[in-house]
């Protein structure tokens, strides 16, 4: 660094030429500055999905992929430029009794992808505090995926899960977040997003 | 002894050829530029239009030599000549070196894992990509190289106009070695003609970024130009990563569309990578023209001035 500033120093410039590049580093941070913003508002811009009949309002990022003609869900959304294995936010809606208990909802889901999914493993089962008035029960699992088409000869993603179970108006409510394990960290703050901006 | 007198000549003393002391660099970079045009076409052709099928032995080590080709290139026709001429440019091989040091360090870091353009501008408009390549990865790119000139090449190695040229594209050459060498590491199956269109276009896109800065440094350092040009060049040297990289994808990605006798659409005529190749064609030569044209005109505006002065 001594070396840097000697060598500095040493160059033998006119004022013109120092203002030139001290504008120059100032105009090449504000344009950096300004790129930074727009990633930024890139990053967490969202579009908005309404479903009068499931009660929800929900806010999920521009540009991912909506399909509302789901069996088992009445909302999902893709993240279509992941290679491999989509990031996926989905809200899928049960009924609800008297006698059933969150934790009998997660039991129940927990079997039934046992026996769908590769390799299911549940990781934890916790309460998750979607706002300071409302907790979940949610659910974290990873289990493996593979492509469609055997032809394509591809080596299986690692997926990793989150399912938040609620219970709102008399109906199971599971937000479910599915990311490739190596994003799964970097992704997830949009899944944070998503869950501030939700309403049900 | 005073009657020596120096034999009278008949014909008049020849003049001595006067020897230009540094090596000539636009006439490097038409061989460089040159060469690799060539590389990329007759791959090309050979791959598409002959039905060339390199044995898949050979691809890896072909590969890792096409994407060192710029830089050999450079290392023969530009480091290797300066090293024959009377006044080299000493700096020229730690320049390049060091850019390629930073862009491994700082710039593709910067650009593939904390900015990733491609995670969000993927889907974007024509317009806004333009816009959000420019100030993202045309910015860092063309900052960071413009920082490494700042700093490592002294204003007294600014001899003659072609010397900030030299190191600006010294600069992109090591620059450009990096992210193609970064393109093969996370794609080591691609084809070689695929890997040579990318090789190619990403070098033309720096040689010609590091030129129109180069430009503003020039003038700064040798001309007379406004404290203004500098940055105005830097924000062009962004603006043509910004257009490029879009129309790179775009150009490659899409099906050329052609109307046969019948008036059937058809687009099995022609591969439409053909596109993508005639656009680095296009990038490699029209950027250098252009600024060979501004070079040439500061330096005659510079010869009228002397001659005005006198």
Same mark, same amino acid.
């Given at each position: 660094?001594?070396?840097?500033?000697?060598?500095?120093?040493?160059?033998?410039?006119?004022?013109?030429?120092?203002?030139?590049?001290?504008?120059?580093?100032?105009?090449?941070?504000?344009?950096?500055?300004?790129?930074?913003?727009?990633?930024?508002?890139?990053?967490?811009?969202?579009?908005?999905?309404?479903?009068?009949?499931?009660?929800?309002?929900?806010?999920?990022?521009?540009?991912?992929?909506?399909?509302?003609?789901?069996?088992?869900?009445?909302?999902?959304?893709?993240?279509?430029?992941?290679?491999?294995?989509?990031?996926?936010?989905?809200?899928?809606?049960?009924?609800?009794?008297?006698?059933?208990?969150?934790?009998?909802?997660?039991?129940?889901?927990?079997?039934?992808?046992?026996?769908?999914?590769?390799?299911?493993?549940?990781?934890?089962?916790?309460?998750?505090?979607?706002?300071?008035?409302?907790?979940?029960?949610?659910?974290?699992?990873?289990?493996?995926?593979?492509?469609?088409?055997?032809?394509?000869?591809?080596?299986?993603?690692?997926?990793?899960?989150?399912?938040?179970?609620?219970?709102?108006?008399?109906?199971?409510?599971?937000?479910?977040?599915?990311?490739?394990?190596?994003?799964?960290?970097?992704?997830?703050?949009?899944?944070?997003?998503?869950?501030?901006?939700?309403?049900? | 002894?005073?009657?020596?007198?120096?034999?009278?000549?008949?014909?008049?003393?020849?003049? !001595?050829?006067? /020897?230009?002391?540094? *090596? &000539?660099?636009?006439?490097? %970079? @038409?061989?460089?530029?040159?060469?690799? #045009?060539?590389?990329?076409?007759?791959?090309?052709?050979?791959?598409?239009?002959?039905?060339?099928?390199?044995?898949?032995?050979?691809?890896?080590?072909?590969?890792?030599?096409?994407?060192?080709?710029?830089?050999?290139?450079?290392?023969?026709?530009?480091?290797?000549? !300066?090293?024959? /001429?009377?006044?080299? *440019? &000493?700096?020229?091989?730690? %320049? @390049?070196?060091?850019?390629?040091?930073? #862009?491994?360090?700082?710039?593709?870091?910067?650009?593939?894992?904390?900015?990733?353009?491609?995670?969000?501008?993927?889907?974007?408009?024509?317009?806004?990509?333009?816009?959000?390549?420019?100030?993202?990865?045309?910015?860092?790119?063309?900052?960071?190289?413009?920082?490494?000139?700042?700093?490592?090449?002294?204003?007294?190695?600014?001899?003659?106009?072609?010397?900030?040229?030299?190191?600006?594209?010294?600069?992109?050459?090591?620059?450009?070695?990096?992210?193609?060498?970064?393109?093969?590491?996370?794609?080591?199956?691609?084809?070689?003609?695929?890997?040579?269109?990318?090789?190619?276009?990403?070098?033309?896109?720096?040689?010609?970024?590091?030129?129109?800065?180069?430009?503003?440094?020039?003038?700064?350092?040798?001309?007379?130009?406004?404290?203004?040009?500098?940055?105005?060049?830097?924000?062009?040297?962004?603006?043509?990563?910004?257009?490029?990289?879009?129309?790179?994808?775009?150009?490659?990605?899409?099906?050329?569309?052609?109307?046969?006798?019948?008036?059937?659409?058809?687009?099995?005529?022609?591969?439409?990578?053909?596109?993508?190749?005639?656009?680095?064609?296009?990038?490699?030569?029209?950027?250098?023209?252009?600024?060979?044209?501004?070079?040439?005109?500061?330096?005659?505006?510079?010869?009228?001035?002397?001659?005005?002065?006198?």
């Amino acid at each position: 660094m001594r070396v840097l500033f000697k060598r500095l120093n040493e160059a033998s410039e006119s004022p013109r030429q120092r203002w030139a590049h001290v504008i120059t580093l100032i105009i090449g941070l504000i344009v950096f500055t300004i790129g930074l913003n727009i990633r930024n508002s890139a990053l967490t811009a969202t579009t908005v999905y309404e479903n009068l009949q499931a009660g929800i309002l929900a806010y999920y990022p521009r540009n991912w992929l909506l399909d509302t003609q789901g069996e088992d869900y009445v909302f999902r959304v893709r993240d279509m430029t992941r290679s491999g294995f989509k990031t996926t936010i989905q809200i899928s809606v049960q009924p609800f009794s008297s006698e059933t208990t969150a934790r009998s909802i997660a039991d129940r889901l927990a079997f039934t992808r046992a026996r769908t999914y590769t390799d299911y493993n549940v990781l934890s089962t916790e309460d998750y505090a979607i706002r300071s008035d409302l907790t979940a029960q949610a659910m974290s699992y990873t289990y493996t995926m593979r492509e469609t088409s055997a032809f394509l000869q591809g080596i299986p993603d690692v997926v990793r899960g989150q399912d938040l179970l609620t219970i709102s108006r008399g109906q199971a409510l599971i937000i479910t977040f599915r990311a490739e394990a190596s994003v799964y960290e970097s992704e997830y703050r949009r899944f944070r997003q998503f869950l501030r901006q939700l309403s049900f | 002894m005073s009657l020596f007198r120096s034999p009278r000549l008949i014909l008049p003393p020849r003049e !001595e050829d006067e /020897v230009y002391p540094y *090596r &000539r660099v636009w006439r490097s %970079v @038409f061989l460089e530029c040159s060469v690799l #045009a060539v590389v990329l076409v007759g791959l090309y052709g050979a791959v598409t239009f002959v039905g060339l099928d390199i044995p898949s032995t050979l691809v890896a080590p072909l590969n890792a030599l096409l994407v060192f080709l710029p830089a050999l290139v450079w290392c023969y026709f530009s480091w290797l000549q !300066e090293m024959a /001429v009377p006044q080299p *440019r &000493r700096m020229l091989g730690a %320049v @390049f070196a060091l850019s390629a040091l930073v #862009a491994s360090a700082v710039g593709v870091p910067l650009v593939t894992e904390f900015l990733q353009p491609d995670q969000w501008l993927s889907l974007e408009s024509a317009i806004n990509r333009i816009i959000g390549y420019t100030v993202t990865t045309g910015i860092t790119q063309e900052f960071i190289k413009y920082v490494l000139t700042r700093t490592v090449v002294r204003a007294d190695l600014y001899r003659v106009r072609t010397d900030v040229l030299a190191y600006s594209l010294a600069v992109a050459v090591g620059y450009s070695t990096i992210l193609s060498l970064q393109f093969l590491r996370t794609t080591p199956d691609v084809r070689p003609d695929m890997l040579m269109l990318r090789v190619v276009t990403t070098y033309a896109i720096h040689m010609a970024g590091s030129a129109v800065l180069s430009y503003g440094l020039m003038e700064l350092y040798l001309g007379s130009g406004s404290i203004f040009l500098l940055p105005a060049m830097l924000l062009v040297a962004a603006a043509i990563t910004g257009v490029a990289l879009p129309l790179r994808s775009g150009l490659i990605n899409t099906q050329i569309a052609l109307h046969n006798a019948a008036g059937v659409l058809s687009t099995a005529y022609v591969p439409r990578t053909l596109y993508g190749v005639g656009f680095a064609l296009a990038l490699l030569s029209v950027p250098q023209i252009l600024v060979a044209f501004l070079y040439d005109v500061s330096e005659r505006r510079e010869r009228d001035r002397l001659r005005g002065d006198i």
